[in-house]
């Protein structure tokens, strides 16, 4: 009878994609590839891997680049924070490893950003090491073949699925078992109606037989996101509209904005917008006209940001929570490094405009 690595390898090789990473055996490449599939599904992450590998080939040439040009290129992909520790982590490799990422899992957790997964997947992906994964597919996966009716994310429980991972990735081609057991999972082994008939470990996975597949694997639920109420103003002086950008390390770190801020429980939008822009810019606007309001769920904040047009008077700017500021014809704010809810907020506030 088969192993169930034997009958993985083989259902990889004969139905695996056919993704850009996969067709060069390069560990930066697998390395960039990691870092932007987390949380992020594999039809977004191909064109912002090829122009990120297109802009930034190699080790030396992150490294060497500017920061609002990493965040540039990772602009829309979200989780801005593992932009800046790719950065950092190439500027270490460059630095410590003369510009070769560490060929081991423990090597690589050093970098920046590394956690255990990312580690595992770069550590047996380019390097052949017997590193296991576990991700969100292969938690499913394993959950469903192993009848796990535990909530996956109980200390106890994850431990169990880094072990079941571990033995499976021991053997030859760890790096294809590991992306047979994520590529089942992101295939067949799916949230809802799993294609099980098609499926190579059907003879022994224990959720078939049970009868109970989708219902695993258990996960607490999560947390509604809290609610929040924020403003932002497009502000115009001479023609020339004001950007912000914020700290590095945070959310959305190092993006650029419109100048705006959280509004206070029951505080009126222009109000608050008056508010936030004395507090966090030192201007006082003239006048502002409400533009509409756009929507975007973080993980832990769901947010209605109300957008605002205001002119304001002479006078410096002094920020507060934000690092630097520019005044810029409006069609260059749109080349600034900036989140995806900043875009949607320019083209809202500049609709229609005369400006
Ligand atoms: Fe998943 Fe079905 Fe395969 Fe079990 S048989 S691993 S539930 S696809």
């Known amino acids: 009878m088969k192993s169930?690595?034997?009958?993985?390898?083989?259902?990889y090789r004969a139905n695996r994609r056919d993704l850009p990473w996969r067709r060069i055996h390069d560990p930066y490449a697998v390395w960039i590839s990691e870092a932007m599939l987390q949380q992020?599904?594999?039809?977004?992450?191909?064109?912002?891997?090829e122009r990120f590998l297109s802009l930034f080939p190699d080790v030396a040439s992150l490294a060497a680049a500017e920061p609002d040009a990493v965040l540039g290129a990772w602009a829309g992909l979200g989780y801005y924070s593992r932009a800046?520790?790719?950065?950092?982590?190439?500027?270490?490799?460059?630095e410590r490893h003369?510009?070769?990422?560490?060929?081991?899992?423990?090597?690589?957790?050093?970098?920046?950003?590394?956690?255990?997964?990312?580690?595992?997947?770069?550590?047996s992906i380019a390097f052949d090491r017997p590193e296991p994964v576990v991700d969100g597919n292969v938690a499913r996966v394993l959950?469903?073949?192993?009848?796990?009716?535990?909530?996956v994310k109980l200390p106890a429980v994850a431990a169990r699925l880094w072990e079941l991972a571990a033995e499976l990735a021991r053997g030859p081609s760890p790096g294809d078992l590991n992306q047979a057991l994520m590529e089942l999972g992101a295939l067949v082994c799916i949230p809802r109606a799993p294609g099980c008939t098609a499926c190579p470990l059907r003879r022994r996975c224990a959720a078939l037989a049970a009868g109970d597949a989708e219902s695993l694997p258990?996960?607490?639920r999560k947390p509604t996101p809290r609610a929040v109420e924020a403003v932002a103003g497009l502000i115009l002086r001479r023609g020339r509209v004001l950007a912000v950008r914020r700290p590095p390390r945070g959310l959305l770190g190092g993006l650029w904005e419109l100048p705006g801020g959280e509004l206070a429980p029951r505080e009126r939008p222009e109000a608050g917008l008056r508010r936030a822009l004395r507090e966090r810019t030192g201007l006082a606007i003239a006048?502002?006209?409400?533009?509409?309001e756009v929507k975007h769920v973080f993980t832990h904040r769901s947010l209605r940001l109300h957008v605002f047009r205001c002119d304001t008077p002479e006078g410096r700017v002094r920020l507060r929570d934000f690092d630097a500021h520019r005044w810029l014809a409006p069609g260059a704010l749109a080349e600034l490094p900036q989140a995806t809810l900043t875009r949607k907020a320019l083209t809202l506030a500049l609709s229609s405009s005369a400006i």
């Open 84 to 94: 800046r520790n790719l950065h950092r982590a190439a500027k270490l490799v460059a």
């Open 40 to 49: 992020t599904r594999v039809e977004t992450v191909i064109p912002y891997w």
């Open 4 to 11: 169930t690595r034997q009958l993985l390898l083989e259902w």
């Open 287 to 292: 006048g502002a006209e409400r533009r509409g």
């Open 98 to 123: 003369g510009g070769r990422l560490p060929d081991t899992a423990e090597g690589l957790r050093e970098l920046p950003g590394v956690g255990r997964y990312t580690a595992g997947a770069v550590a």
């Open 218 to 220: 258990v996960k607490a």
């Open 143 to 151: 959950a469903r073949l192993h009848g796990i009716r535990e909530d």
